[in-house]
Each structure stands twice: as structure tokens, then as C-alpha cells.
């Protein structure tokens, strides 16, 4: 079942000489209980559309449905949503236990109800020992904890969180992305979880939409956003790739054989809708293609110009015949069976189905 659907939404801002779409005809179904991430750059109008879900502000054009329900004429406050910003938005002169009942004492509800929810909030964040401190001081991690305590307190189907990790530095982002994951799966709410770090989304989500400039990309689970990316947009976006260019010679569904300019010839996937023809590029992931010791028929000949170490793999980077520079990357064991040397002249050959043609 859907909690969220968007359909056809388009949001423009400016005047009318100059109007900017901030969303352009954007057309995504988020699923009941799911962890579900808006990915992409700053601007791409990933707040925006948490925004008209929130009602803060209104589409022009289009819809958004809430359990089949058009929530148009809602205003914020009687959305079953909440939201959890970057800023965190806390009240600093007012304990942690007030600002977690802030939302319900708004919303009127008995005073025993409240006490009762707000011991069951920070039990759920972990923050029982300092629910007598003012917001002021305690840590930035603390204070994230009760802003999402406070958003979950009145119980909303769905929780919008905008980047709220962002502020956050790496040791104590890495936890509360953990904390994050276990909060959702124990409240089973919908989460719709904004941010522009690819390996958060991937890391976090049970399905991320990829945006750029207004619009959705693509959809789905994070191994298929990375192993099958529908456009260059993504593939580029998320994790590394490489690009080569190529020309199709012959094509049957799903495969076509495309040509380098060292005259190997390889068969390269596409996605459903995409009919590659002509020059084309080619997207492969540097643990998805293979270097052997000799350019052999049916791989792209070239020479390693630098090997890097990093411990759980080494990259090797590839200067090949036809002028690109690409990347293979190895994972490291105790046992390795090759070793290269810069200056090697070297093949690259690739995993079945790993390189892709994709829309530009
Ligand atoms: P993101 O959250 O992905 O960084 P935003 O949704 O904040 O992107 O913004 C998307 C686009 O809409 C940007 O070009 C931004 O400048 C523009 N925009 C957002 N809010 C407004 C506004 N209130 N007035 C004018 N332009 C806006
Ligand atoms: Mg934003």
C-alpha cells in the first residue's frame, strides 16, 4: 500500500518573466513503512517537495495523495506529517522532556498522556538520563535525538527528515544513520529521508529517488540504482564509473556489441526504453571489469599508468589504446595471484552485463 503518492507535481517559483521550476512534472509512489530517500545535488528541489508533502507550501500544478486521500485542503498541522529539520528548530530555553511534548501539549492532549508519551520517546532515543536539561546544553548528537523525538512523539503516518545529519561529523553521523535505520523499523512510520550523500542514501534506504534539476530520474532499491543506473546522470551521481566511448555495430534486445577505438568489440546492456545506436558511452563500475596481463582479443588494450594502494583494494588506473583513462579496482587478499607494474601493457575485460549503454 502507498502512504505518499505525488503525481504530476510542478512547483514554480519567480515571476512571470522569470520563473524557475523548481519541480517539474515529479511522479513518485512512497510505500507504507518504508525507509524512502530523496537523493541529489543542492537545488534539485529535494526540500521543495518535502515542503508541499508538509503543506507549507502548495503545488502548481499536480497532486499529492495521502492513503489514496488528496491532502490539498489539509493545512500543516492537520497532516498526519511531521518533519525533522537540519537546523533541528529545538526550543533552547525549554528542557529535552518539554521540547518532546511541545507538538502535543499544542495539540491539546491531557497532561497524563503526554507525561506517558514523552517517557515512551525518550526511552526510544535513548536521552531518559537528560530529560531535566535544557536543549542549550547538551551535544549536537543529543540534540538530533530529541528532534526526532519530538517529531515522533504525536505519532505521524509519515516523518520528513531534511538532511538531518548534515551537521553531524562523521563518527556521529555514521551512528545515528544506524540509530536512524533502528527508529524506523521499530515505529514501522513511513520516513521520506532527504540528502545529497550518495553512500547515505545507499546505505540507509529501501528505495531512493535520484533528482536533478526538478525531475525524478529513476527509482528503485539501492543495487539497482548502482548496477543498473537508467541514465549517465546516475551512474555518475552514485559511486564511481567510468565513461568510454564507443560506437554500436549491431544490436538485439538488451545487448548491443559496441566498438572501441582499439578495435575491440564488446556486448554492453541498456535499459528498457533506449534504443542506443550511433556513438555511444559506455558506463562500467571500476569492481565490475578485470585486468589480465596481456591485451587479448576481446579486451580493450592499454597501459597501467599508476597503481594505488588502500589497503582493502588497489586501484589500477589504465591509459588506454584509444585515449581514456580508466579505473579497475581490485579487492586485496593475502593471496593476491598478479601483481602489475606501472607501464604494463594490460587488457580490460568485464564481468558479464557490467558495462552498460546509457541515455545521455
Ligand atoms: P534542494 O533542497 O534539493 O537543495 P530546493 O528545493 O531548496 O533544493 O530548491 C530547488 C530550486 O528552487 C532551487 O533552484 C532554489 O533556488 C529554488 N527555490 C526554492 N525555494 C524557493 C523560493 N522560496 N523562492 C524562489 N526560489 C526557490
Ligand atoms: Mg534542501
Given at each position: 500500500k502507498n502512504a505518499i503518492e505525488v503525481r504530476g507535481v510542478r512547483k514554480v517559483f519567480g515571476t512571470a518573466e522569470n520563473q524557475v521550476a523548481a519541480l517539474d512534472a515529479v511522479s513518485v509512489s512512497i510505500r507504507e513503512n518504508e525507509f524512502f530517500t530523496l537523493l541529489g545535488p543542492s537545488g534539485c528541489g529535494k526540500t521543495t517537495l518535502l515542503r508541499l508533502i508538509a503543506g507549507f507550501d502548495f503545488p502548481s500544478a499536480g497532486e499529492i495523495l495521502l492513503h489514496g486521500q488528496d491532502i490539498a485542503p489539509l493545512p500543516p498541522f492537520r497532516r498526519p506529517v511531521n518533519t525533522v529539520f537540519q537546523s533541528y528548530a529545538l526550543f533552547p530555553h525549554m528542557t529535552v522532556a518539554e521540547n518532546i511534548g511541545f507538538g502535543l501539549e499544542m495539540l491539546g492532549k491531557p497532561k497524563a498522556e503526554i507525561e506517558a508519551r514523552v517517557a515512551q520517546m525518550l526511552k526510544l532515543v535513548k536521552m531518559e538520563a537528560l530529560k531535566a536539561r535544557r536543549t542549550s546544553q547538551i551535544s549536537g548528537g543529543q540534540q538530533q535525538r530529541v528532534a526526532l523525538a519530538r517529531a515522533l512523539a504525536p505519532q505521524p503516518k509519515v516523518l520528513l527528515l531534511d538532511e538531518p545529519l548534515s551537521a553531524l561529523d562523521y563518527k556521529l553521523r555514521k551512528?545515528?544513520?544506524?540509530?536512524?535505520?533502528?527508529?524506523?523499523?521499530?515505529?514501522?512510520?513511513?520516513?521520506?529521508?532527504?540528502?545529497?550523500?550518495?553512500?547515505?542514501?545507499?546505505?540507509?534506504?529501501?528505495?531512493?529517488?535520484?533528482?536533478?534539476?526538478?525531475?525524478?530520474?529513476?527509482?528503485?532499491?539501492?543495487?539497482?540504482?548502482?548496477?543498473?543506473?537508467?541514465?549517465?546522470?546516475?551512474?555518475?551521481?552514485?559511486?564511481?564509473?567510468?565513461?568510454?566511448?564507443?560506437?554500436?555495430?549491431?544490436?538485439?534486445?538488451?545487448?548491443?556489441?559496441?566498438?572501441?577505438?582499439?578495435?575491440?568489440?564488446?556486448?554492453?546492456?541498456?535499459?528498457?526504453?533506449?534504443?542506443?545506436?550511433?556513438?555511444?558511452?559506455?558506463?562500467?563500475?571500476?569492481?565490475?571489469?578485470?585486468?589480465?596481463?596481456?591485451?587479448?582479443?576481446?579486451?580493450?588494450?592499454?597501459?597501467?599508468?599508476?597503481?594505488?594502494?588502500?589497503?582493502?583494494?588497489?586501484?589500477?588506473?589504465?591509459?588506454?589504446?584509444?585515449?581514456?583513462?580508466?579505473?579497475?579496482?581490485?579487492?586485496?587478499?593475502?593471496?593476491?595471484?598478479?601483481?602489475?607494474?606501472?607501464?604494463?601493457k594490460v587488457g580490460i575485460q568485464f564481468e558479464e552485463d557490467a558495462a552498460r549503454v546509457l541515455k545521455d
Open positions: 551512528e545515528m544513520q544506524i540509530e536512524l535505520k533502528r527508529l524506523q523499523h521499530e515505529t514501522g512510520i513511513t520516513f521520506i529521508f532527504v540528502t545529497h550523500d550518495q553512500e547515505e542514501a545507499l546505505t540507509m534506504s529501501d528505495r531512493i529517488a535520484v533528482m536533478s534539476a526538478g525531475k525524478i530520474l529513476q527509482v528503485g532499491a539501492p543495487r539497482d540504482i548502482y548496477d543498473r543506473p537508467a541514465e549517465r546522470f546516475v551512474a555518475d551521481f552514485i559511486g564511481e564509473t567510468n565513461f568510454l566511448a564507443g560506437t554500436v555495430v549491431s544490436k538485439k534486445p538488451g545487448v548491443a556489441m559496441v566498438k572501441f577505438a582499439s578495435n575491440a568489440t564488446i556486448a554492453a546492456g541498456y535499459p528498457d526504453g533506449f534504443e542506443p545506436s550511433g556513438e555511444v558511452t559506455l558506463v562500467v563500475r571500476p569492481e565490475h571489469a578485470d585486468l589480465v596481463p596481456d591485451p587479448a582479443k576481446g579486451t580493450i588494450a592499454g597501459t597501467l599508468s599508476n597503481i594505488v594502494y588502500f589497503g582493502t583494494d588497489t586501484h589500477y588506473h589504465v591509459k588506454l589504446d584509444g585515449g581514456e583513462n580508466f579505473i579497475v579496482r581490485h579487492q586485496n587478499s593475502r593471496s593476491s595471484p598478479v601483481t602489475y607494474e606501472t607501464g604494463a
